[in-house]
T-cell receptor, first 109, second 114 residues
Framework: GQNIDQPTEMTATEGAIVQINCTYQTSGFNGLFWYQQHAGEAPTFLSYNVLDGLEEKGRFSSFLSRSKGYSYLLLKELQMKDSASYLCAVKNSNYQLIWGAGTKLIIKP | GAVVSQHPSWVICKSGTSVKIECRSLDFQATTMFWYRQFPKQSLMLMATSNEGSKATYEQGVEKDKFLINHASLTLSTLTVTSAHPEDSSFYIC??????????FGQGTRLTVV
């Protein structure tokens, strides 16, 4: 079967750095996506990785290793507004998006 | 990226009635749209893939007679929850995606059945 695993919940301190991991097993691979979702709102796109390596976008970076079926989202200089759920998703060989259950990130002052 | 508009943002209906949710792709011709449901504190669950001009493809466990999907044009897909019950109360979200691009989401519809 296809599945995506990510931690259920993480806690971090304002101003710090946090890394959210995602491992996947899918039928084929056509890219990995990270989304941010605040409670009661639709997900918003954060990043996209299709080749191995690190993609940096401001305070957020995303890393991919296709051979290991592994990605992480790195958030720097955490702000209270970063408290949200972070969803990892992979497009398989049929271009179907397979979603992880999401990681709830709690930021403490 | 694509702009997706979903309407209504929230709706309250009586048990036994039907509710229609619209999803419009404003600047992107979407041959395929996706409908998701999300219960509180849970992840997105794909309900069905809506295909323009043909029948929708439903995920296992989703009743196609209860959740009617119509994709009559390249810019509009509708989801109708028929004979709604309190257990259908959820957050319904549509999205469009093509090829390797990211999914673009509508704003979501909060349905409450009383």
């Amino acid at each position: 079967g296809q599945n995506i695993d990510q931690p259920t919940e993480m806690t971090a301190t304002e101003g710090a750095i946090v890394q959210i991991n995602c491992t996947y097993q899918t039928s084929g691979f056509n890219g990995l996506f990270w989304y941010q979702q605040h409670a009661g709102e639709a997900p918003t796109f954060l990043s996209y990785n299709v080749l191995d390596g690190l993609e940096e976008k401001g305070r957020f970076s995303s890393f991919l290793s296709r051979s290991k079926g592994y990605s992480y989202l790195l958030l720097k200089e955490l702000q209270m507004k970063d408290s949200a759920s972070y969803l990892c998703a992979v497009k398989n060989s049929n271009y179907q998006l397979i979603w992880g259950a999401g990681t709830k990130l709690i930021i403490k002052p | 990226g694509a702009v997706v508009s979903q309407h209504p943002s929230w709706v309250i209906c009586k048990s036994g009635t039907s509710v229609k949710i619209e999803c419009r792709s404003l600047d992107f011709q979407a041959t395929t749209m996706f409908w998701y449901r999300q219960f509180p504190k849970q992840s997105l669950m794909l309900m069905a893939t809506s295909n323009e001009g043909s029948k929708a493809t439903y995920e296992q466990g989703v009743e196609k007679d209860k959740f009617l999907i119509n994709h009559a044009s390249l810019t509009l897909s509708t989801l109708t929850v028929t004979s709604a019950h309190p257990e259908d109360s959820s957050f319904y979200i549509c999205s469009v995606s093509q090829g390797e691009t990211e999914a673009f989401f509508g704003q979501g519809t909060r349905l409450t059945v009383v």
